[in-house]
C-alpha cells in the first residue's frame, strides 16, 4: 500500500496566517491526491482533488500544489472556520490510503 | 443532492459480527463506487473498502479475511460486515461515495456512526 506522511503534525497559528501543509507519497501517485477538512464530531469535508483542483463550494482561501511526490496544501489568510484536521489521501491505487493528519489550532 | 445515513448497533460483543447499512437518498446507487471507512478514537482515517453497484468489490487487505460489503440497488442501501470483532475495532464508522473525477474521489459522507466493542 501506499503510504502518506503529513507535515507537521501539528501546528499553532493566528487569523490571517498563511498555513502550508505538506504530505508525501511513499511513490509516485501522479495527481491523485485530494486534501480534506475535519472538524471535531464532524465527517471529513473535501476541499481540493486532483492536488490542486478545488472542490466546488470551498473558500478560495485554500489552495494545492504538487511536485513530484510531495504536495502541499495551502491555507492563505486563516479564518476561525479552519482551525481543523487536514488530511491527504491518495486515489491513484487502492487501498486508499489517508496521512496521519495535521491538526491546525489557535495560537 | 446525494445523501447517506449510516445505521446499525452501537455496541457489539467482542468475537461477534459487526453489521452496518448505508442508505442512499437524492440520486441513484446505481453508479459510482460505494465505500465504509473508519476512524478510532482519536486516531486516523482506514479504508476499509468499496463496492460496485454491480456487486463487485474490492476491500483493504488489512481486513479482507473479515469485511464483506454488499449492495442492494432495490432498496438504494449498501452494507459492512465485520466478523470477528475485538476492542481495536472500535471506531466511527463512516459510508462515503467514491464518484468525483477521473480518479473518483471520496466526494460525499455520511455523518458516521460509532461502534463500540465491548461485552
Known amino acids: 500500500a501506499i503510504q502518506l506522511t503529513q507535515s507537521p503534525s501539528s501546528l499553532s497559528a493566528s487569523v490571517g496566517d498563511r498555513v502550508t501543509i505538506t504530505c508525501r507519497a511513499s511513490?509516485?501517485?501522479?495527481?491523485?491526491l485530494a486534501w480534506y477538512q475535519q472538524k471535531p464530531g464532524k465527517a471529513p469535508r473535501l476541499l481540493i482533488y486532483d492536488a490542486s483542483s478545488l472542490e466546488s463550494g470551498v473558500s478560495s482561501r485554500f489552495s494545492g500544489s504538487a511536485s513530484g511526490t510531495d504536495f502541499t496544501l495551502t491555507i492563505n489568510s486563516l479564518q476561525p472556520e479552519d482551525f481543523a484536521t487536514y488530511y491527504c489521501?491518495?486515489?491513484?491505487?487502492?487501498?486508499?490510503?489517508f496521512g496521519p493528519g495535521t491538526k491546525v489550532d489557535i495560537k | 443532492q446525494v445523501q447517506l445515513q449510516e445505521s446499525g448497533p452501537g455496541l457489539v460483543k467482542p468475537s461477534e459480527t459487526l453489521s452496518l447499512t448505508c442508505t442512499v437518498s437524492?440520486?441513484?446507487?446505481?453508479?459510482?463506487?460505494w465505500s465504509w471507512i473508519r476512524q478510532p478514537p482519536g486516531r486516523g482515517l482506514e479504508w476499509i473498502g468499496y463496492?460496485?453497484?454491480?456487486?463487485?468489490?474490492n476491500y483493504n487487505p488489512s481486513l479482507k479475511s473479515r469485511v464483506t460489503i454488499s449492495v442492494d440497488t432495490s432498496k438504494n442501501q449498501f452494507s459492512l460486515q465485520l466478523r470477528s470483532v475485538t476492542a481495536a475495532d472500535t471506531a466511527v464508522y463512516y459510508c462515503?461515495?467514491?464518484?468525483?473525477?477521473?480518479?473518483?474521489?471520496?466526494?460525499?459522507w455520511g455523518k458516521g456512526t460509532t461502534v463500540t466493542v465491548s461485552s
Open positions: 511513490q509516485g501517485i501522479s495527481s491523485a
Open positions: 462515503a461515495r467514491e464518484g468525483l473525477g477521473y480518479y473518483f474521489y471520496i466526494d460525499v
Open positions: 463496492v460496485y453497484y454491480t456487486g463487485s468489490t
Open positions: 489521501q491518495q486515489s491513484n491505487t487502492y487501498p486508499r490510503t
Open positions: 437524492g440520486g441513484s446507487i446505481s453508479s459510482n463506487y
